[in-house]
C-alpha cells in the first residue's frame, strides 16, 4: 500500500466531547447553520456568529485528544506517504501529536480579517470590532470556511486524492461537498475506499466497512495498518 489519503470528520472528535453537526442532539439540530455558518448570517448578526463561535472555540480548547487523533499521529508518523485531511475546525489533530493536517473548512484557533484577509492566532473570545493586527479595521472573523465558501487546499487535496492507493473516511456523515465526493473521486483514480464510522453513512459507497466508536476501530486499523 503506498500512498493513503484520510478524511476526518466531526465523529473523530465526538469522544473527546465535541458535539457532532447531524447525529442526535447535533450542533445543526439546535442551530440554525444559515445564521451562524454563511457569511449572510455573519453580516446580518456577527455578534451571534462570534457568540457561536466563541463556544466552539472553548469547547474545543478544553477538550482533549483522544485514542483514534493518537493513532492517526502514530500513523503519520511511521508512513510519510499519508496524507491526513479534516473538516474538523478544531486541533486535536495536532494537539493528538499530528505532523501535519488539511484543515479544509478552516481552524477554530485562527482568526481572520474580513477587510484585507490577514490571519493570526485567535484570542479564546473574539468579537468583530477586534482590530486586525495588520490593517486595524473592526473585521474580525472566525477563520472558518463557511456555506457558500470555497473550502480550503482543494488543489493539494485534489493531487492526493489521484495518486492514492487507499481514501478512509472516518467519522464523517458524508453529507456536506465538496468532501462527501472524494471517496468517488479517489475511486475513480482507483484507489481502494474503507469507511470507519459509528453508523455507516451510505452502504454500497464504500469498498470496505467497520463500524465502531473511533477510539477503539481507529487504533484497531492503524495497528493493522502498521503490521502489514
Ligand atoms: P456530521 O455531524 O455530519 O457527521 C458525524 C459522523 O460521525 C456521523 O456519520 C456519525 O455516525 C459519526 N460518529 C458519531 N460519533 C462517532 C464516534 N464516536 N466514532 C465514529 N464515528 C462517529 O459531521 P461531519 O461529517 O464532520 O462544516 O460534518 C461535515 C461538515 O458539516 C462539518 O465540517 C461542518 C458541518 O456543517 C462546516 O461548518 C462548513
Keep these: 500500500m503506498a500512498g493513503v489519503v484520510i478524511l476526518t470528520g ?3 472528535s465526538a469522544e473527546s466531547g465535541l458535539g457532532t453537526f447531524r447525529d442526535v442532539g447535533g450542533l445543526w439540530t439546535r442551530y440554525d447553520l444559515t445564521e451562524v455558518a454563511t457569511p449572510e448570517g455573519f453580516a446580518r448578526n456577527p455578534a451571534l ?4 463561535y466563541n463556544a466552539r472555540r472553548a469547547n474545543a480548547l478544553d477538550a482533549a485528544p ?3 487523533h493518537l493513532a492517526l499521529a502514530r500513523l503519520l508518523d511511521a ?8 473538516q474538523n475546525i478544531d ?3 495536532e494537539r493528538g501529536g499530528a505532523r501535519a493536517v488539511i484543515h479544509m473548512h478552516g481552524q477554530i484557533t485562527r482568526a481572520r480579517c474580513a477587510a484585507c484577509d490577514h490571519r ?15 490593517c486595524a479595521r473592526p473585521a474580525t472573523r ?4 463557511w456555506f457558500g465558501e ?18 478512509v473516511a472516518i467519522g464523517t456523515s458524508g453529507e456536506v461537498y465538496p468532501a462527501a465526493g472524494f471517496v468517488e473521486e479517489a475511486a475513480a483514480f482507483g484507489a481502494e475506499t474503507l469507511e470507519i464510522n459509528l453508523e455507516p453513512s451510505a452502504p454500497g459507497r464504500f469498498d470496505r466497512v467497520i463500524q465502531g466508536p473511533a477510539t477503539e476501530a481507529v487504533p484497531a486499523w492503524v495497528a493493522e495498518v502498521l503490521a502489514t
Excluded at 508512513?79 to 479534516?86: E, I, N, S
Design 79 to 86: 508512513r510519510p506517504d499519508v496524507t491526513l485531511v479534516t
Design 142 to 145: 472566525p477563520d472558518i470556511v
Design 91 to 93: 486541533d486535536l489533530h
Design 66 to 68: 483522544n485514542a483514534a
Design 120 to 134: 493570526w492566532d485567535a484570542p479564546r473570545v473574539m468579537d468583530r470590532s477586534d482590530a486586525c493586527p495588520a
Design 49 to 52: 456568529v462570534h457568540d457561536f
Design 10 to 12: 466531526a465523529g473523530v
Design 150 to 167: 470555497m473550502p480550503y487546499h482543494m488543489d493539494r487535496i485534489a493531487d492526493a486524492l489521484a495518486a492514492c492507493d487507499l481514501f
